[in-house]
């Protein structure tokens, strides 16, 4: 609508990567000589971590991110097991090949999920992503973004309630 867009890119498929890549730089500069409001105010880039693999794609694309200034948050997907065999957790390898801090980092499940045995995994993490998004964007777009979304019903209202406060005054 007017007051939030969300652009969701095609996933990064390898035979097909430097089209993608090239249309991706393009709308990113497109967007960046646009009003304020039309600007990209955050990005997500999703590594599912059932591949339990970072392509050179994944770091390219984020390097892209940052030459942009765009704020951005790395969402590892499909989250199920973050440990291996041997103890290592995807989860730490991502944060170092990627070069990023638990404040640009969050494992996200967004179904539940139930295995062979009929054991169920919850949801998890959504709440942490959009906590983590929130406090990376500037403040007027974080609140704009607070007041929009509809999964955290308390951010939402606390954002509500200042945007409230600031018309009040």
Not at 119 to 132: A, P, S, V, W
């Amino acid at each position: 609508n007017d007051d939030f867009s969300i652009f969701d890119s095609k996933g990064l498929e390898v035979a097909d990567y430097a089209r993608i890549k090239g249309e991706l730089e393009k709308f990113l500069r497109e967007r960046s000589t646009q009003e304020v409001n039309n600007q990209i105010h955050i990005a997500w880039l999703c590594i599912a971590e059932s591949s339990r693999r970072i392509e050179e794609a994944d770091k390219e694309i984020w390097q892209i991110l940052k030459q942009h200034n765009i704020p951005s948050m790395i969402a590892i997907t499909k989250a199920e097991r973050d440990k291996d065999e041997n103890g290592e957790k995807f989860s730490d390898i991502v944060k170092e090949q990627m070069g990023v801090d638990d404040r640009h980092l969050q494992r996200v499940r967004a179904l539940a999920t139930e295995d062979d045995d009929g054991n169920t995994k919850k949801k998890m993490g959504i709440t942490e992503l959009i906590d983590k998004t929130y406090n990376l964007m500037s403040e007027g777009r974080a609140n704009a973004f607070a007041r929009k979304q509809s999964y955290d019903k308390e951010l939402r209202k606390k954002a509500m309630k200042e945007k409230a406060k600031t018309i009040i005054n």
